[in-house]
């Protein structure tokens, strides 16, 4: 079966193609933190905008149900963010962010994460993946977006 994530994935592009019916929130004017809506062929002209995009699970993707706990790196992400030292880290979705804060999914709640000593600002995002549409909220979208644009929620 086709599935244009696990398409994407193998692509060798940290972004994800969400063909999902959710509403494309990478540029939300006035609150977007890029100028116009990005493809994942865009992907490469992140970085000038201060976005970095990375894999918790560098070598599985698909649903949470396809990736294993042992293939997700929470230590590696953890060296990655400390060497970059971003002034954000967001999770699309719970199950990396529970895998990575050592914590329980139902434990966590969606937006800005209790602060962790020397450490970005933490946020967990509702996925964009179809399969969490239940859960959609773009209004932590739109709090992510207004922290990276340099509001108060920063330390």
């Given at each position: 079966?086709?599935?244009?994530?696990?398409?994407?994935?193998?692509?060798?592009s940290?972004?994800t193609?969400?063909?999902?019916?959710?509403?494309?929130?990478?540029?939300?004017?006035?609150?977007?933190?890029?100028?116009?809506?990005?493809?994942?062929?865009d992907?490469?002209?992140?970085?000038?905008?201060?976005?970095?995009?990375t894999?918790?699970?560098?070598?599985?993707?698909?649903?949470?149900?396809?990736?294993?706990?042992?293939?997700?790196?929470?230590?590696?992400?953890?060296a990655?963010?400390?060497?970059?030292?971003?002034?954000?880290?967001?999770?699309?979705?719970?199950?990396?962010?529970?895998?990575?804060?050592?914590?329980?999914?139902?434990?966590?709640g969606?937006?800005?994460?209790?602060?962790?000593?020397?450490?970005?600002?933490?946020?967990?995002?509702?996925?964009?993946s179809g399969?969490?549409?239940?859960?959609?909220?773009?209004?932590?979208?739109?709090?992510?977006?207004?922290?990276v644009?340099?509001s108060?929620?920063?330390?």
């Amino acid at each position: 079966m086709y599935s244009p994530i696990s398409a994407h994935a193998r692509s060798g592009s940290s972004a994800t193609n969400t063909v999902t019916g959710i509403p494309a929130v990478g540029h939300m004017p006035p609150t977007g933190p890029t100028p116009r809506h990005f493809t994942p062929e865009d992907v490469p002209r992140l970085p000038a905008l201060g976005i970095g995009l990375t894999d918790l699970a560098k070598d599985a993707f698909g649903p949470d149900t396809a990736i294993r706990r042992e293939h997700y790196d929470p230590g590696g992400l953890e060296a990655r963010i400390r060497a970059c030292r971003p002034s954000v880290l967001a999770f699309n979705g719970k199950r990396p962010a529970s895998v990575f804060l050592r914590k329980k999914s139902s434990d966590l709640g969606y937006g800005i994460q209790s602060a962790i000593p020397n450490f970005p600002v933490v946020f967990i995002l509702p996925s964009t993946s179809g399969l969490a549409r239940a859960n959609w909220n773009p209004a932590h979208w739109h709090s992510l977006a207004a922290a990276v644009s340099g509001s108060k929620l920063l330390p």
